[in-house]
């Protein structure tokens, strides 16, 4: 692939003067265009050291708002981003929605100088493509622009380029140890590159393969071929905004096994056996703070269920004896103005914790197959991806030394009602029986055939769902503890 492009390719300085303005106004007008569309560009220059991409980045954004772009100049990961899986830096910088984010060098970095310098494992590298795609494949799903760029040179001008930077005070602090590598390593390097190419150009997000021993040619080349895919990705937006937003929904018909009809919500535990075995888990989980510390994994426990069903009262207990430096607990309501502006999942990679760490989540990413679903907040086309993104997301998480646990707490409706009718004389209670909570009441059934495709879509090995019967809410609170204990213990074995 690399071998067939033609490197003399080459443009005369008066052409290149003459074609270079039209092409930058047309990319100030479709910034404009973008930010009035609330269309996200992400632009990924990747390639050799010295291949130009810093004059690439210089001459993009000259004519460009400086008030709607961001240069994300990438380097390696800090100790506190290694704790996290590798993508989560990137959500980070992701532009929200109108906004060009430029990445110079990006989350390819870790296919390719990661490999070459064996930080990386080989087996690890068909997981991390497939995380990548998934990445990529999400966000342009979601509307936003994905432009890849491979600024390739030769041996030979990767050489005499390092060598002139050398020479140059002002640019010889940029030339790393690493670059002298690529020169040394030239044909595994471009082996390397060829690999990640093949595997990571996809229909969404195809590489752009851009001749650069002459730099002209290939800012030419480059910015020709982002103001094209932007073009395309305003054409496509048109479509998918004829596309008529989802109304509420107002009937569902069961098309997966009723895990939660199948749930026996007689079980019970007699006040003295709970606080016996209470207080036994609860310890336990203490002790395993110290071996999820040591062994670097992280837990990240999910709380779903129905109104009243105790998931305050679960995470409550499985919090009691924890040192509270240790974890964290977000709860997740309707998303912000400024979360919004971003793919739904951007909320909830921010608030990952740390491996060594638990996070605990009250509500979750399920909202966009449940209440969004049920409401009509979402599209039937985005809620119904959702499903992929969703297991994509937490097989990134588990293969990141994760431990995802997530609990759906049942009740019966008739308990439902009940612990409604409690709260709503019980003073310190009052605040939370809400009218919305009533308005769920009434579309318990829709909820119920959601619920029940949600688990049979989502449960995986690798992130199981457990079904916890909560009329009791002491032997609710145990079986959680109980899941949670015997989860670490196995993944620590």
Same mark, same amino acid.
């Given at each position: ?209 851009? !001749? ?10 480059? /910015?020709? *071929? %982002?103001?094209?895919? &932007?073009? $395309? ?39 003295? !056996? ?10 336990? /989980?203490? *002790? %395993?703070?110290?071996? &999820?510390? $040591? ?199």
């Amino acid at each position: 692939m690399l071998d067939n492009l033609d490197l003399s390719n080459s443009l005369d300085k008066d052409t290149y003067r003459y074609k270079i303005e039209e092409l930058m106004r047309e990319l100030r007008s479709l910034q404009n265009i973008c930010w009035l569309q609330k269309m996200p560009i992400i632009v990924v220059l990747e390639g050799w050291a010295a291949a130009g991409k810093g004059e690439l980045v210089k001459q993009m954004t000259n004519y460009m708002d400086p008030r709607g772009f961001t240069v994300h100049p990438i380097f390696s990961p800090s100790e506190q981003e290694k704790q996290y899986p590798f993508l989560w830096r990137f959500w980070q910088k992701l532009p929200p929605v109108g906004s060009i984010g430029i990445f110079y060098h990006s989350w390819y970095t870790h296919v390719l100088e990661d490999r070459l310098f064996k930080r990386l494992e080989d087996e690890r590298v068909p997981l991390i493509m497939r995380d990548i795609n998934a990445f990529e494949r999400q966000l342009v799903e979601d509307g936003a622009v994905v432009a890849k760029y491979w600024l390739h040179v030769s041996k030979k001008e990767l050489k005499n380029r390092l060598k002139k930077y050398e020479k140059d005070e002002l640019e010889s602090w940029r030339v790393r140890k690493e670059d002298w590598q690529q020169v040394k390593n030239y044909e595994e390097y471009s082996h390397l590159a060829e690999e990640m190419l093949i595997y990571t150009s996809t229909g969404f997000a195809p590489w752009v393969l851009v !001749e650069a021993d002459c730099q002209r040619w290939a800012k030419m080349k480059v /910015l020709t *071929q %982002l103001v094209a895919t &932007i073009r $395309e990705g305003l054409a496509k937006r048109e479509i998918i905004t004829a596309t008529p937003s989802s109304a509420p929904q107002s009937q569902l018909l069961p098309t997966e096994p009723d895990y939660l009809g199948q749930t026996d919500l007689t079980l019970h535990l007699p006040k003295d !056996e709970y606080k016996t075995k209470l207080k036994k888990y609860q310890v336990q /989980l203490r *002790q %395993l703070q110290k071996d &999820i510390y $040591e062994h670097n994994i992280g837990v990240l426990l999910l709380f779903e269920g129905w109104d009243a069903a105790g998931k305050g009262g679960a995470i409550k207990r499985v919090t009691d004896i924890l040192d509270p430096r240790s974890y964290e607990v977000h709860t997740f309501a309707a998303p912000t103005d400024e979360e919004k502006k971003h793919h739904y999942l951007w909320r909830f990679w921010r608030s990952l914790p740390a491996l060594g760490k638990i996070g605990i989540c009250d509500r979750s990413w399920y909202g966009r197959v449940l209440v969004e679903r049920i409401e009509g907040f979402a599209t039937e086309i985005e809620w119904r991806r959702a499903y992929r993104e969703i297991n994509e997301f937490e097989a990134q998480l588990a293969t990141s030394n994760y431990i995802v646990l997530k609990f759906w707490l049942h009740i019966s409706p008739e308990e439902q009602l009940n612990r409604f009718q409690d709260r709503k004389e019980d003073p310190y209670k009052r605040y939370k029986l809400t009218e919305e909570d009533w308005r769920n009441r009434e579309k318990w059934d829709l909820y119920d055939v959601a619920v029940n495709q949600a688990i049979a879509r989502t449960s995986t090995a690798l992130a199981p769902w457990t079904v916890v019967p909560g009329n009791d809410k002491y032997y609710a609170r145990v079986h959680v503890l109980e899941t949670v204990v015997n989860a670490i213990k196995n993944k620590i074995s």
